[in-house]
């Protein structure tokens, strides 16, 4: 019997005693590929010796100094290296453990920065709907998940949502993508002139979204247009990269291959690849110069921002995702893992969209190929996908999200970085069979 609350209870976990390279073995020997990165965390995959060297390094300078009274080099030098590689305009770090974490103080930022130039009325947030952006309160009332929101709605802060840039189903037929991005910018705008041109503070979006839709990318021009939104009326964009980011996607940040720049970018999962809990807020000079010349404070903060062993995991996992061959691997593998799918299943009566960018690959289930009907959520096909794969010997990542309406069942991937050519035909593989015996159970 265990004695701990696990997310769902009484399912009878396996036990996982050890991880290398791309996978964990448990208890009883079986060993699995994770080729999800759990929840697109572990990006180098597991037991990565130059990461667990340099925690040890640090474990043997200093672990914990309390960062009201101290900074620490190796925190420094994860800020340098992060700013270093985010796109011009990004300039400062923002420390934190996680990433809803990542996401309330990014929310803070925003609400501060309006308070410190004179703008106390601005107040609305608006995100998408099927969003996630953690679940603490904040964050959790920010995304747009109905199912996730349902039962703590009356406890969560007002906030509004508008449609994703959801293609696959949302893009009409005829229209487009240049059309559908103005349509969706349009209905930005019109949000946001209901709820008054002065009053919103922020819009926040995944750039490619996760685990709500699975591996969705924007159509191009769609962030561009709502840069453009934005900036008409003084509104503050943050995007969420907790899981697109890192170099998931193909570059270090997903917003890389939309040209433009947010005020504030949250990151999590991959920077710490699972070796360590550990999130950021990267911010523009205009919010940082803001908090300077205003009350001299971010008035926030948790106990552990900044931890030292965490920064040194992160600092050697952002210095290997430097390595040319890193970024290049995830774009050759990422490419061999969508062909993959495709061949394998692309002609699938109920395979409906396999999408992605870089190792973030998505497959949506439907009943029916033409209408794009979803399967009905009472079969919980995504529980016995993932069932049937881990059986397989393959972590995946299932999720069904019917309850919104209208995307159904999909299984998103994300395995490490350092994956071979054959490993992702495993994948593939089993993920292709268990796709099917879930159909058809
Ligand atoms: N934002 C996004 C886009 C996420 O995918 C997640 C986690 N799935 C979070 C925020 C929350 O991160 P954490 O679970 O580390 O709090």
Not at 29 to 47: E, P
Not at 292 to 314: K, N, V
Not at 337 to 345: E, F, N, R, S, W
Not at 350 to 355: A, F, M, Q, S, W
């Amino acid at each position: 019997m265990s004695r701990i609350l696990h997310r769902t209870i009484g399912i009878g976990l396996p036990t996982a005693v050890a991880g290398e390279g791309i996978y964990i073995t448990d208890r009883e020997g079986r060993s699995y590929i994770d080729g999800s990165g759990g929840a697109a965390v572990s990006c180098l995959g597991h037991n990565h010796r130059e990461v667990l060297e340099a925690m040890k390094a640090q474990m043997g300078r200093i672990s914990y100094a309390h960062t009201s009274f101290f900074t620490t080099d190796v925190a420094e030098r994860l800020a340098e290296q992060l700013v270093e590689l985010a796109p011009k305009g990004l300039d400062y770090v923002y420390l934190v453990s996680g990433g809803s974490e990542a996401v309330e103080a990014a929310l803070k930022m925003a609400r501060q920065y309006f308070v410190e130039i004179g703008q106390p009325q601005r107040r609305h947030i608006i995100a998408r709907r099927q969003s996630y952006h953690g679940n603490t309160i904040g964050a959790l009332a920010t995304g747009g998940n109905a199912w996730r929101r349902a039962q703590f709605k009356p406890i969560l802060p007002e906030t509004h949502h508008v449609s994703p840039c959801y293609a696959y189903r949302d893009m009409q037929v005829g229209e487009t993508p240049e059309a559908y991005a103005e349509r969706l910018a349009v209905e930005l705008e019109a949000k946001i002139v209901e709820l008054g041109v002065d009053k919103v503070m922020a819009f926040v979006a995944e750039p490619v979204v996760g685990a709500t839709l699975g591996a969705v990318g924007p159509v191009a021009d769609y962030f561009k247009r709502v840069r453009q939104v934005c900036d008409k009326y003084g509104i503050l964009l943050i995007l969420d990269e907790v899981m697109c980011g890192m170099g998931r996607t193909g570059t270090i940040f997903a917003l890389q291959q939309e040209g433009i720049v947010p005020e504030l970018v949250t990151i999590a999962k991959g920077l710490g690849g699972g070796f360590q809990p550990i999130g950021a807020v990267l911010l523009s000079e205009k919010i940082y110069r803001a908090f300077a010349d205003g009350s001299g404070l971010f008035q926030h903060g948790h106990t552990y921002i900044g931890h030292p062993i965490a920064a040194a995991a992160a600092s050697k996992v952002v210095e290997i995702l430097q390595r040319p061959e890193t970024m290049s691997n995830v774009a050759k593998m990422g490419e061999r893992l969508q062909a993959g799918l495709d061949a394998a299943l692309g002609q699938s009566p109920y395979v409906g969209d396999i999408r992605g960018r870089g190792l973030f690959r998505g497959v949506e289930l439907v009943v029916d190929k033409e209408t794009k009907q979803p399967f009905d959520p009472s079969r919980k096909l995504h529980s016995r996908i993932k069932r049937e794969s881990m059986q397989r010997g393959l972590m995946c990542y299932p999720m069904g999200g019917t309850i919104d309406g209208i995307n159904g069942d999909h299984v998103l991937l994300a395995p490490p970085y350092i994956i071979q050519p054959e490993q992702i035909d495993l994948i593939v593989e089993r993920l292709a069979a268990a796709i099917n015996a879930a159909v058809a159970g």
